[in-house]
């Protein structure tokens, strides 16, 4: 069964930043990201993007949530 899991981004620019990693059948393949981006008039938001070619159904590939748990939430249903 497939499982995703959250790696940390590690960069001066990234404050709270993760790679989306897929772990099936022992193979870690990263797919997405989760991470907060800096809007318009220096407002923060938590977004969720697949960023990696997956075979995938006719769904929102990015989005935003209320923070990290729900990003991921919502990255899990996509």
């Given at each position: ?5 959250l790696?940390?981004?590690?960069h ?8 989306v990693i897929?772990?099936?059948d022992g193979v ?11 809007g ?10 697949i ?6 159904r ?19 249903a996509?």
């Open positions: 069964m497939p499982d995703l899991y790696r940390k981004v590690i001066p620019q990234a404050r709270d930043n993760y790679r897929l772990k099936n870690d393949i990263e797919i997405g990201s989760v991470g907060v981006q800096q318009s008039a220096g407002t923060e938001h938590w977004t969720w993007a960023d990696t070619v997956v075979p995938m006719d769904i929102a590939a990015q989005g935003c949530g209320r923070d990290r748990e729900d990003c991921i939430r919502q990255f899990r996509a």
